[in-house]
T-cell receptor, first 115, second 118 residues
């Protein structure tokens, strides 16, 4: 049972454009929602994360929007740059020190930003 | 601080063999999690160790096992390898501060061990 569904599988945008990646979850016990960025040959790196007590969180060009009632959250990359070309994963976990190590990941989105 | 270190970087084994992968967490991090990454299944949680005890376990067969040492270094073992075990195995460490709330949810991943089973 896939508990976190991510779309699209791949995304191509022009430099300066907005990249939007969407995720939906099923388990209402999830309480922590991070996004990870992965470059070829590297492990995933935490980009930004949100908890359901806020509807939006922004860090630089990256914004998470969260809709608790719809059980959906999305990543927006403003002013996309070629250096943002990577695979992006949404994830979810239950809150609490004993749960943060166990993430459920979406399938990933391969983002390509053309110069 | 040095990041999460995984060794070896690449490994080639044949079916039926067993393999041991190693992970050194960031200094001071006591929680270590293991994930399997494949093109078809994506990133899947294997298990998590904290203070030498397995704290969480994913849905993998018993051929997959792990352990953690007193210095927080961790190993995972796969016995009786199958072709489907070919994957990138990722280790992640976390500062489970047992009461600290600022950073203890953040997972820091290593670059992984690429295992090929022939």
């Amino acid at each position: 049972q896939q508990q976190v569904k991510q779309s699209p599988q791949s995304l191509i945008v022009q430099k300066g454009g907005i990249s939007i990646i969407n995720c939906a979850y099923e388990n209402t016990a999830f309480d922590y929602f991070p996004w990870y960025q992965q470059f070829p040959g590297k492990g995933p790196a935490l980009l930004i994360a949100i908890r359901p007590d806020v509807s939006e969180k922004k860090e630089g060009r990256f914004t998470i929007s969260f809709n608790k009632s719809a059980k959906q959250f999305s990543l927006h990359i403003m002013d996309s740059q070629p250096g943002d070309s990577a695979t992006y994963f949404c994830a979810a976990s239950r809150e609490g020190g004993t749960s943060y190590g166990k993430l459920t990941f979406g399938q990933g989105t391969i983002l390509t930003v053309h110069p | 601080k040095a990041g999460v270190t995984q060794t070896p970087r690449y490994l080639i084994k044949t079916r039926g063999q067993q393999v041991t992968l190693s992970c050194s967490p960031i200094s001071g991090h006591r929680s270590v999690s293991w994930y399997q990454q494949t093109p078809g299944q994506g990133l899947q949680f294997l298990f998590e160790y904290f203070s030498e005890t397995q704290r969480n376990k994913g849905n993998f067969p018993g051929r997959f096992s792990g352990r953690q040492f007193s210095n927080s270094r961790s190993e995972m073992n796969v016995s009786t390898l199958e072709l489907g075990d070919s994957a990138l195995y990722l280790c992640a460490s976390r500062d489970d501060g047992q009461g600290q709330t600022t950073t203890n949810e953040k997972l820091f991943f290593g670059s992984g061990t690429q295992l090929s089973v022939l």
